[in-house]
């Protein structure tokens, strides 16, 4: 072979090397730079959301119709829920947040619930974008989510746990056009209805908050005013007062008068509402919430009346207060990645707007928000606002920790057992209280 030749060769192989390299890159090209149409669109970022809202509410109605809505005009953004029902959701809650394993979005309580979450760093405060709800929601709304200065959640609605809802025929019948303004006239009534064969007032104590929530709250506050209880959580005042131990003893009064059902520890605060609607029971005490049920919703609505818990004469509170908190806020898991971060919040700025606000005052319940109420409410949504606007009572378990709010709940169970006195169940809701005292002192 000539040089020549050789040479020729050489250069043809060189040139066709070349070629294949152009030819690679030229197809490599387009897949860096963008991807390919036909792969479809990105896939959509995922947020786990725990919640409670399994039950056949109006409140959880609306709720998930607004999760439903984001994710139809959101499409990038996928919500895995899993919903749990409310009696074991504080559980689980619970044992995600000792395991450190939340997920990246969770209902959770205000006050003393919220607080040893943010202490143990498993929530990310949402002050960013507060400024979102400067107008709609005012300044003491965001009270109870708010820990060491920072906000972790909104709240959805404002609910009262101590609306007294009773029987105005039953009422009637046992001579009380008016529900009694004192607690002495009270027992009067309750006496009456018995003679008459009435059960007097219904209770769901299965899940034993009711009695706590319900009854401790607000007598607790009639009798020893509107500082008690934030008091106790501080060290500043205690369970075993005489103040406190007479709201334990109006506990065991009402239960030797036998005014409630036998069954009241084995049935829980939805089946009781049903004894009511049934005609079983003259009365039950429950939350503001379930005014559409009992009232609206109810063909013989207008035969049920409300009240609050009367006054005591040695009272110290306001008896025209009324035992509530906000609640439902959707709390983001402090280890989000920038881009689920982003779509949490995109979540919250969503779901919380004006128009979901007005969609539960439409459906009578109470919301925080700076809202008129609509002009073809229903009567008995305005009476209760009217009912509840005289000052809020704090409720039990938004102040005390969850191991006194235990404590608390079993002693009352044990009071309407006649297994304990008020006194000695006073003193070991204190014990309880002064080890959490010690404990938290010692870790600071």
């Known amino acids: 072979m000539t040089r020549s030749r050789m040479k020729r060769l050489f250069c043809a192989a060189i040139g066709l090397t070349l070629l294949m390299g152009l030819t690679a890159c030229a197809t490599a090209w387009p897949r860096n730079r963008a991807p390919d149409s036909a792969a479809g669109p990105p896939e959509p970022t995922v947020l786990t959301f725990m919640h409670n809202w399994s039950g056949p509410s109006k409140v959880?109605?609306?709720?998930?119709?607004?999760?439903?809505?984001?994710?139809?005009?959101?499409?990038?953004?996928?919500i895995?829920?899993?919903?749990?029902?409310?009696?074991?959701?504080?559980?689980k809650l619970g044992t995600h947040s000792a395991g450190r394993k939340l997920p990246d979005l969770s209902v959770v309580w205000p006050g003393s619930r919220l607080i040893p979450l943010v202490d143990s760093g498993l929530l990310m405060p949402i002050d960013d974008i507060?400024?979102?709800?400067?107008?709609?929601?005012?300044?003491?709304?965001?009270?109870?989510?708010?820990?060491?200065?920072?906000?972790?959640?909104?709240p959805a609605i404002q609910n009262f746990d101590d609306i007294i809802y009773y029987n105005k025929s039953y009422l009637l019948k046992a001579g009380y056009k008016d529900f009694p303004d004192s607690y002495g006239e009270f027992k009067e009534m309750l006496v009456r209805l018995k003679e008459l064969g009435i059960t007097p007032i219904g209770l769901g104590n299965k899940d034993k908050w009711p009695l706590s929530s319900a009854y401790v709250s607000i007598i607790t506050d009639r009798i020893n005013g509107p500082s008690f209880l934030q008091g106790v959580a501080s060290g500043e005042r205690a369970f075993t007062e005489s103040g406190f131990?007479?709201?334990?003893?109006?506990?065991?009064?009402?239960?030797e008068m036998e005014v409630w059902?036998?069954?009241?520890?084995s049935i829980d605060a939805i089946q009781v509402l049903e004894r009511f609607l049934q005609g079983e029971v003259a009365m039950v005490i429950s939350n503001s919430s379930y005014n559409a049920k009992l009232r609206i919703d109810n063909p013989n609505g207008t035969q049920v009346g409300v009240a609050l818990f009367p006054r005591f004469a040695e009272g110290r509170g306001d008896p025209a207060r009324s035992a509530g908190n906000i609640q439902m806020g959707i709390?983001?898991?402090?280890?989000?990645?920038?881009?689920?971060?982003?779509?949490?919040?995109?979540?919250?700025k969503f779901f919380y707007d004006e128009s979901f606000y007005r969609s539960l005052l439409m459906e009578n319940i109470l919301v925080p928000a700076?809202?008129?109420?609509p002009e073809d409410a229903d009567p008995s949504l305005r009476e209760i606002i009217g009912l509840t606007g005289n000052g809020t009572a704090p409720i039990l378990d938004s102040v005390v920790p969850l191991s006194v709010k235990d404590a608390v709940e079993t002693g009352l169970v044990a009071i309407v057992k006649g297994q304990a006195a008020p006194e000695e169940a006073a003193q070991e809701m204190q014990r309880v209280m002064d080890q959490w005292l010690n404990d938290n002192r010692a870790a600071d």
């Open 60 to 78: 959880s109605t609306v709720y998930m119709e607004r999760l439903r809505q984001f994710e139809r005009e959101n499409p990038d953004i996928r």
């Open 80 to 91: 895995a829920q899993e919903a749990i029902a409310s009696a074991q959701y504080k559980i």
């Open 130 to 154: 507060i400024g979102e709800w400067e107008e709609l929601l005012p300044p003491d709304a965001l009270q109870g989510f708010t820990v060491h200065g920072q906000t972790y959640a909104l």
């Open 245 to 255: 131990v007479r709201v334990l003893s109006v506990i065991g009064e009402l239960a």
């Open 261 to 265: 059902n036998e069954d009241m520890n």
């Open 331 to 348: 709390a983001v898991n402090s280890r989000l990645d920038p881009a689920k971060k982003e779509a949490a919040f995109r979540f919250l």
């Open 370 to 373: 700076r809202l008129e109420i």
